[in-house]
T-cell receptor
Framework: DAGVIQSPRHEVTEMGQEVTLRCKPISGHNSLFWYRQTMMRGLELLIYFNNNVPIDDSGMPEDRFSAKMPNASFSTLKIQPSEPRDSAVYFC??????????????FGPGTRLTVL | AQSVTQLGSHVSVSEGALVLLRCNYSSSVPPYLFWYVQYPNQGLQLLLKYTTGATLVKGINGFEAEFKKSETSFHLTKPSAHMSDAAEYFCAVSLSSNTGKLIFGQGTTLQVKP
């Protein structure tokens, strides 16, 4: 199994530009999670989907952030416009059904975003 | 609200020494607890998890953790550290049994000295 795939691995952009991060979950997994990791705030859950439907987006910082999951094998996290404080490592994770008792979240390698 | 606190952002041990990483949680209901490891430039990998049953949980790479309800703790241990254990370790708690939402601690960086 290829695991969770994220692209790009590194992104450097200028303030005000649109940024799109991509994630391909493990085949057969029905839940997908987006996390952000910073030195100041640690690892935070931004949003998660179950069966392509957003279940909880309470962690999304503000309207500049949006996430979609058009099908079971693809999700995007978009920041528009980007700001320097958005600089972080963004992780995508997937699990088979999202039920904690029996499922493990598998993390991708992350996308390191730098906004200048 | 549930939260998790990891005591010590950096822990340094000698190779072969005991590893002890501390995690305390606050929860009004029985929690589900996890330890994840993050190697440099990689995503997180599950080490072990406690849901119900036996309070001593064994994980991968020789790690184990004990759930102590009276102390609201879930400390991670390994009898003998190896150089390859150098990484960042995260304790996490779930909000409920039927969602995928995890709350992570701030992480503890483990350094292993030769």
């Amino acid at each position: 199994d290829a695991g969770v795939i994220q692209s790009p691995r590194h992104e450097v952009t200028e303030m005000g530009q649109e940024v799109t991060l991509r994630c391909k979950p493990i085949s057969g997994h029905n839940s997908l999670f987006w996390y952000r990791q910073t030195m100041m705030r640690g690892l935070e859950l931004l949003i998660y989907f179950n069966n392509n439907v957003p279940i909880d987006d309470s962690g999304m910082p503000e309207d500049r952030f949006s996430a979609k999951m058009p099908n079971a094998s693809f999700s995007t996290l978009k920041i528009q416009p980007s700001e320097p404080r958005d600089s972080a490592v963004y992780f995508c994770a997937s699990s088979r059904s999202g039920l904690i008792l029996s499922d493990t979240q598998y993390f991708g390698p992350g996308t390191r975003l730098t906004v200048l | 609200a549930q939260s998790v606190t990891q005591l010590g952002s950096h822990v340094s041990v000698s190779e072969g020494a005991l590893v002890l990483l501390r995690c305390n949680y606050s929860s009004s209901v029985p929690p589900y607890l996890f330890w994840y490891v993050q190697y440099p430039n990689q995503g997180l990998q599950l080490l072990l998890k406690y849901t119900t049953g036996a309070t001593l949980v064994k994980g991968i790479n020789g790690f184990e953790a004990e759930f102590k309800k009276s102390e609201t703790s879930f400390h991670l241990t390994k009898p003998s550290a190896h150089m390859s254990d150098a990484a960042e370790y995260f304790c996490a708690v779930s909000l409920s049994s039927n969602t995928g939402k995890l709350i992570f601690g701030q992480g503890t960086t483990l350094q292993v000295k030769p």
